[in-house]
Antibody
Framework: EVQLVQSGAEVKKPGESLKISCRAS????????IGWVRQMPGKGLEWMGI????????RYSPSFQGQVTISTDKSISTAYLQWSNLKASDTAMYYC?????????????WGQGTLVTVSS | QSALTQPASVSGSPGQSITISCTGT?????????VSWYQQHPDKAPKLIIY???KRPSGISNRFSGSKSGNTASLTISGLQTEDEADYYC?????????FGGGTKLTVL
């Protein structure tokens, strides 16, 4: 069974850094793309970016380019989403997702979500 | 890349059919047969229900169907059931990136 298990909720202050994780199991981690989707409180889904663990090829939405960093650790089948300077507007639920290819395949598996709260 | 346009809300009675539209441009919805739909119940992660415009993943009821005409994709739910009450999001491939619609809240009266 394919599973994406995300790290727990985080409460941070503006200006702090943060790295959340998504651990994959039940399939070959290096052979599928892993992406991240943001959902701000009471709002819709926003695609942030995606990475191919096999060669670390990474694509970002223009809206998130330079604002976050996506990475992976193949040795532990885990993907990461990282901020270096959190803002209150980063408060949201973040989901990791899996896609077979970069050529438009759907997000067939979703993590349970990680709630990030940024408040002074 | 702007979000795709969906109606904010739709409603229907049990047993009826409803359709949710998703309008984009020739650069996204109209340019690729790579539209997917996701269902999200409150406080739950979204779930894939339609991909490649009209295909259903294994285990998804055939009451859910998808189609596309020009720059507009549509999700139809037939034989509405109370458990269909949820938020629905369309998503289109845009050449190595993806864009979601704003979401539609379905109320089953």
């Amino acid at each position: 069974e394919v599973q994406l298990v995300q790290s727990g909720a985080e409460v941070k202050k503006p200006g702090e850094s943060l790295k959340i994780s998504c651990r994959a199991s039940g399939y070959s981690f290096s052979s599928y793309w892993i992406g991240w989707v943001r959902q701000m409180p009471g709002k819709g889904l926003e695609w942030m970016g995606i990475i191919y663990p096999g060669d670390s090829d990474t694509r970002y939405s223009p809206s998130f380019q330079g604002q976050v960093t996506i990475s992976t650790d193949k040795s532990i089948s885990t993907a990461y989403l990282q901020w270096s300077n959190l803002k209150a507007s980063d408060t949201a639920m973040y989901y990791c997702v899996r896609a077979s290819t970069i050529r438009g395949d759907p997000f067939d598996s979703w993590g349970q979500g990680t709630l990030v709260t940024v408040s002074s | 890349q702007s979000a795709l346009t969906q109606p904010a809300s739709v409603s229907g009675s049990p047993g009826q059919s409803i359709t949710i539209s998703c309008t984009g441009t020739s650069n996204d919805v109209g340019g690729y047969n790579l539209v997917s739909w996701y269902q999200q119940h409150p406080d739950k992660a979204p779930k894939l229900i339609i991909y490649d415009v009209s295909k259903r993943p294994s285990g998804i009821s055939n009451r859910f169907s998808g189609s596309k005409s020009g720059n507009t994709a549509s999700l139809t739910i037939s034989g509405l059931q109370t458990e269909d009450e949820a938020d629905y999001y369309c998503c289109s491939y845009v050449g190595s990136i993806w864009v979601f619609g704003g979401g539609t809240k379905l109320t089953v009266l």
